[in-house]
């Protein structure tokens, strides 16, 4: 096992001269968990030091309303500072003091406030469901996770809407108020049934189908429109799935469940409103923004809406005067349907489990903006993490000159099934080998892609299907760079480009080729690649210098063509041999090239 290797997962982040930023280190000897974890500090020159110990806590910052079941398992990780209602430039200035924040949707996380965080800021928990209030391009662009808690409130927010359906069907908040003003309006009141009415439900996933289970329990017929709902969930609580335009025209109720998006902006409109039937009553409890709410007046006026029961809108709060909050047909609460004692308890465990994870360098099963990779997987893939990383590493520094790399192609060969080999995980860490070691970005899954993208680094992934039984998940990993020379001309291929190539031994990442020779050198410490023309004592030679300066030699390995033909000898040394060390390895008649790699 690679005793000494460690591999950066999560989170990186460039530091500034004057502005700390944490690195999560995971020893390879350990499980990704929290053990082998030690949060470092890079200098502005890249070398790291560890600034603080297992002990020493990051810091998160609650800024708002959070259960207290949540905010005490914070406080056994981290020092929580919990500053409700603060404005954005207050939030902007204690950002840069803080490792994570925690929102519900009162607070907007811009790009502002990642731009102030100065590289701290590693992940923001969303303790709720709905995304919309963080920018997410800029989090991923600063290398920060988002992750949010999607279940823990999705029964609360399906019995609020179910709530608003049937206050709203029998005019309760109305006739409560007229009845508190001395009134006893019996007649005004008169309601409409909800048996056997259509309800069209916009947004088939855990709340929707949780709202759509209960209206059948009310004797509604439910149908419902999700371009990206399976079939089968629906079928299964017998809702039938149509199309856009069918749920407009056919339902008596609709409600609103889907994401607000650019794709849901606006998306009942005075268009969409002019093909409803004419009295159709409408909930939302998702978020206002999917209503053009000047529009639902105009409806509402026009009685093609008869009523509409709202729980959020698209300012919140919205303005007092807004002709909207004033109708007489339109029910609004002031975006509670997450508010259910248990719902916010369950929320914020769900938050605080998922940050404190995240500050641990796990991976999350609630990231927004990375891949979710289930921890069995990532035991699994753990050394082949390794390898990626490092074969990345290896094959920049082949570059003459390091830049120029525009096209990487990482094979990997599998005896697994295309889709039974999550390589999301390996591409990202092949990317941070190939960019770290050429640029002063640090990369870590969140950031990985965009990074490669933003640099014009195009990555194609092939896989290769090998026979035999799957027990790994991958046999092979090889990474080549087209288009450029190399410093070390036997790493190109016999197609033209620089190629290495390794596997995973004993649990060890191996180097196993290097343009078309076949070495096998373990992937620890550094190492020393030479080309020579096969011949007796070569190994004796370079051994020797090294030994001459006490560098340990961890591995040698010479891969030829035929012998006493060309050859590469490749060297893993423990410590860095000095330069004198290896000009005069340069210097051994015999040897024609050679190149010392970091690894
Ligand atoms: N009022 C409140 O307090 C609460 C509001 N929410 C909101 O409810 C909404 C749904 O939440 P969940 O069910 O947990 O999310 P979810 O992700 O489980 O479901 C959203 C569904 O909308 C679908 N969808 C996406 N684009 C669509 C489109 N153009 N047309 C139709 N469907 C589309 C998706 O395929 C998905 O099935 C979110 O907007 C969330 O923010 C959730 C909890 C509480
Ligand atoms: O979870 C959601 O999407 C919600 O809208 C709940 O919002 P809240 O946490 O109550 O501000």
């Known amino acids: 096992m690679a005793a000494s290797a460690s591999s950066t997962i999560l989170f990186s982040s460039k530091s500034s001269r004057d502005s700390i930023s944490w690195k999560t280190q995971l020893a390879s000897t350990s499980a990704f968990g929290i053990s082998g974890v030690s949060l470092r500090r890079r200098s502005s020159s890249h070398r790291q030091f560890v600034v603080f110990s297992m002990d020493a806590k990051p810091t998160v910052l609650v800024a708002e309303k959070l259960g207290e079941a949540g905010l005490n398992l914070l406080k056994e990780f981290a020092n929580v500072d919990c500053s409700y209602n603060l404005s954005p430039e207050e939030l902007c200035t204690k950002i840069s003091l803080c490792d994570a924040l925690i929102v519900r949707s009162g607070t907007k996380v811009s790009r502002e406030i990642f731009e102030s965080s100065g590289g701290r800021l590693k992940v923001v928990g969303r303790a709720g469901v709905g995304i919309d209030n963080v920018d997410l391009a800029a989090a991923t662009e600063h290398g920060c996770l988002v992750v949010n808690a999607p279940t823990a409130n999705t029964v609360a927010a399906a019995e609020h809407g ?34 056997g009415k259509t309800l069209a439900v916009m947004g088939f996933g855990k709340v929707g189908s949780e709202v759509a289970r209960r209206a059948k329990g009310l004797g509604m017929h439910v149908i419902a429109h999700d371009p990206y709902a399976p079939a089968d969930r629906a079928r299964a609580i017998g809702v ?40 159709v009553r409408i909930v939302n409890v998702a978020r206002g923004g999917v209503i053009d709410e000047e529009a639902l007046v105009r409806a509402l006026d026009a009685g093609i809406v008869a009523q509409a029961a709202l729980d959020v809108f698209t300012v919140e ?6 002709k909207l909050i004033q109708h007489e047909n339109v029910t609004a609460t002031p975006h509670l349907g997450a508010s259910t004692m248990e719902a916010q308890e369950g929320v914020a465990i769900e938050v605080a489990e998922a940050v404190v994870g995240a500050l641990k360098g796990e991976l999350s099963a609630t990231a927004v903006n990375a891949p979710m990779v289930p921890a069995e997987v990532l035991s699994e893939l753990k050394p082949y993490v390794v390898l990626a990383e490092k074969l990345g590493r290896l094959a920049v520094q082949l570059v003459a000159g390091g830049s120029g790399v525009k096209s990487v192609k990482v094979t990997y060969g599998s005896a697994r099934a295309p889709d039974d080999l999550d390589t999301r995980l390996l591409r990202a860490m092949i990317t941070k080998g190939l960019i770290e070691p050429i640029s002063s970005v640090f990369i870590n899954l969140v950031n990985a892609d965009f990074t490669a993208k933003q640099r014009g680094l195009r990555i194609a992934e092939e896989r290769i299907l090998l026979d035999g039984s799957p027990e790994s998940p991958v046999e092979f990993i090889q990474v080549q760079i087209a288009n450029v020379e190399s410093k070390f001309a036997s790493a190109i291929s016999d197609s033209g480009e620089i190629r290495v190539e390794g596997r995973v031994k004993d649990g060890v990442p191996h180097l196993t080729k290097v343009g078309s020779f076949e070495v096998d050198v373990s992937l620890e410490g550094s190492i020393i690649l030479c080309s020579q023309v096969d011949q007796p004592g070569m190994i004796g030679k370079v051994g020797s210098v090294l030994g001459e300066e006490n560098v ?7 891969g030829r063509i035929a012998p006493r033909k060309q050859a590469v000898m490749a060297i893993g040394v423990d410590e860095q041999p000095s330069k004198e060390s290896l000009k005069r390895i340069g210097e051994i008649p015999a040897i024609q090239e050679f190149v010392y790699l970091k690894l």
């Not at 709060?317 to 807004?322: E, I, N, T, V």
């Not at 340990?552 to 010479?558: A, G, I, Q």
């Open 162 to 195: 179910i709530a608003l359906l049937t206050a709203m069907a029998r005019n309760i908040a109305q006739a409560d108020a007229s009845v508190k003003a001395g009134k006893w309006l019996r007649n005004k009141y008169v309601g409409v049934s909800l048996v």
């Open 240 to 279: 039938e799935l149509v199309s856009f335009d069918e749920a407009l025209t056919s339902a008596d109720f609709i409600s609103l469940h889907m994401p607000l998006t650019p794709a849901t902006k606006k998306i009942l409109n005075d268009e969409t409103f002019a093909k409803m039937k004419k009295g």
């Open 317 to 322: 709060p919205p303005p007092k005067d807004s």
């Open 552 to 558: 340990n030699v961890s591995f040698m390995s010479v």
